[in-house]
């Protein structure tokens, strides 16, 4: 299984060529979009080098979902306490965007280390952004504390229209996933290939991961949600995470994979498809390939048979 990393590559090589070459560069202005349709548009004049402007689209949230100016709920106070002084927020953003900000690449600290760490944390915006509500929750878990949205479901955009519930409670918070796919086979995929993620958690090996159950209609915990928020094609997935898996450094891990635990799904289906059509064509292939021996092989015996013939 492979899991989606939470730097940008495509922010963080821009952030890196344009910190080696600030006095010698060119005006950049690219965008570029990622997964789950979050979209990144990084400008750099050389008027200024040293100070690049990233504006950030974010995925359109559902009715249910909680936000602040077209943000989700604590994205301010995560942005300042992640980059501090390098960054700063526009007000407002740049049109057909949610999020610009200003990075001050001079106020970048001296020590190699942690200016990489910084760059990375910087190239890491979507999950510092579309990742505050849900580390707000989880860290209140960690601290064995609940807010007043104990015991009902708070709706999370991470998808375009789309959500997932958490609902915390003291001494555990459970995450559900209604799964949604377009494509008729991508249901399929999807509904086998969660059932079967359902029964590998009940492996030894995997006795400390959370807790997890599929079932294919709305479970308990969201009795309250909205009734056009638990329409799932696919079913629903269930995670219940408890203090151990948000214990220190933890925490932003477990954050970001139920972050794109969605997206994760979504891209093993599509490699499942595709290595299933692979060898369809191989097997394809291979028939073919019998069957024309097969005819050579018959034009063969037919010529011993009949032998030569002439022509008067």
């Not at 294919?216 to 269930?238: D, H, I, M, R, W």
């Amino acid at each position: 299984m492979i899991l989606l990393q939470s730097p940008s590559r495509f922010l963080l090589q821009i952030l890196h060529d344009r910190l080696l070459s600030q006095d010698k560069g060119v005006d950049i202005d690219c965008q570029t979009v990622e997964f789950d349709d979050v979209r990144y548009h990084i400008q750099v004049s050389m008027r200024n080098p040293k100070v690049l402007v990233l504006s950030v689209a974010l995925p359109l949230p559902p009715e249910e979902a909680a936000s602040f100016d077209g943000l989700p709920f604590g994205a301010i106070e995560a942005i300042k306490a992640a980059y501090g002084p390098v960054v700063q927020i526009l007000d407002p953003p740049k049109d057909g965007f949610d999020l610009t900000l200003k990075i001050n690449l001079a106020k970048l600290p001296s020590d190699e280390e942690q200016k990489n760490a910084i760059l990375l944390q910087i190239a890491s915006i979507r999950e510092v952004v579309l990742g505050a509500p849900l580390k707000i929750l989880l860290k209140n878990l960690s601290m064995k504390t609940v807010g007043p949205e104990a015991g009902q479901p708070v709706a999370l955009v991470h998808r375009p229209n789309e959500s997932f519930f958490v609902v915390p409670q003291a001494d555990k918070a459970t995450v559900v996933y209604p799964m949604r796919f377009l494509d008729s086979i991508d249901i399929v995929l999807a509904t086998s290939f969660l059932q079967e993620f359902v029964e590998a958690r009940r492996t030894a090996a995997l006795n400390n991961a959370p807790a997890c159950m599929w079932s294919q209609s709305p479970p308990p915990e969201l009795k309250g949600a909205p009734e056009s928020a638990l329409t799932a094609n696919a079913g629903f997935v269930t995670f219940v995470v408890n203090p151990r898996h948000v214990e220190g450094k933890k925490l932003d891990r477990t954050v970001w994979n139920l972050l794109t635990f969605h997206a994760y799904v979504s891209y093993h289906v599509k490699c499942s498809e595709g290595f299933m059509h692979t060898r369809m064509r191989r097997r394809v292939d291979t028939l073919i390939q019998a069957l024309d021996r097969a005819k050579s092989d018959a034009e063969k015996l037919k010529k011993m048979v009949t032998g030569p013939s002439f022509k008067k």
